[in-house]
């Protein structure tokens, strides 16, 4: 059989088990990331609280994270996390180095991890540290190897095959738009930028920020599905503007 129709057995004993799906800033994923697999030191701790005397109110549950170990300068170590039970059911599967799949457990939980209104001065600064890094544009000097100009002048016998009246016609065509292929950003640099832009302004359309920040319009528009909502209508219609909770925090930001 060809290994295009190969077909591969799915380990399903873990399948049942019930696991938490968690979106983390993306500083905090570099720091985990840069931590051996096969290292044993804990990432972090999680704090569940229960309120006694609210049991079966839901808002009573908080979730908190506190982080093992944080080398990054201003990066904060307590995060609250906001918890979801309205989202499409979700499984999670794994793929061995032998090409071996297995379900690894079913979502239960999802969560959206966010820095604690007390460490987010310090987490607005270094966001700001990064979006300045992120807007400082490296220019480079090339030197040219040839330096006799060979390619910026017309070779002998090209002199007068082009008459004027070429030139006009050429003049005359219209001229086609090349698309602009754009190189995408780290996905943190980029959202350190939108919090900027809609620091300076609430609304923007996707054709603004594309000119702005020189994105792929689709690559936006999932930072976007993320960070903001679009308005429909009324006097914003066809524009962006932060989710309040973002939007809070960029407000507390500028005031600093």
């Known amino acids: 059989m060809d290994d295009e129709h190969k077909i591969t057995d799915l380990e399903t004993a873990r399948g049942d088990r019930s696991v938490w799906l968690m979106k ?26 229960l309120d006694p005397l609210r049991p079966e109110d839901p808002s009573s549950l908080q979730f908190s994270m506190e982080m093992a170990g944080s080398e990054t300068v201003n990066m904060p170590k307590s995060y609250a996390l906001n918890m979801y039970k309205d989202f499409v059911s979700m499984g999670i599967f794994s793929e061995a180095n032998q090409g071996g799949v297995a379900t690894e457990g079913r979502v239960e939980h999802k969560f959206d991890m966010q820095p604690n209104k007390k460490n987010m001065e310090e987490y607005s600064r270094m966001c700001r540290e990064r979006t300045n890094k992120s807007m400082i544009k490296n220019r480079q000097i090339q030197v040219i190897d040839n330096d006799r100009g060979l390619h910026m002048r017309p070779m002998p016998g090209m002199v007068g095959l082009i008459t004027s009246n070429s030139k006009e016609k050429r003049k005359a065509a219209p001229v086609k738009g090349q698309e602009v292929k754009r190189t995408r950003r780290d996905r943190g640099e980029l959202e350190d930028i939108m919090f900027k832009l809609f620091e300076r302004e609430p609304n923007w359309t996707l054709k603004q920020l594309v000119i702005e920040t020189d994105q792929p319009a689709q690559f936006l528009k999932e930072i976007l599905n993320e960070l903001c909502v679009y308005n429909k209508r009324g006097t914003n219609q066809g524009t962006y503007e932060l989710k309040p909770e973002y939007k809070k925090s960029v407000e507390e930001t500028g005031a600093d």
């Open 24 to 49: 983390c800033p993306v500083v905090v994923a570099k720091a985990w990331n840069s931590i051996p697999s096969d290292s044993q030191q804990n990432l972090a701790k999680v704090v569940v609280s």
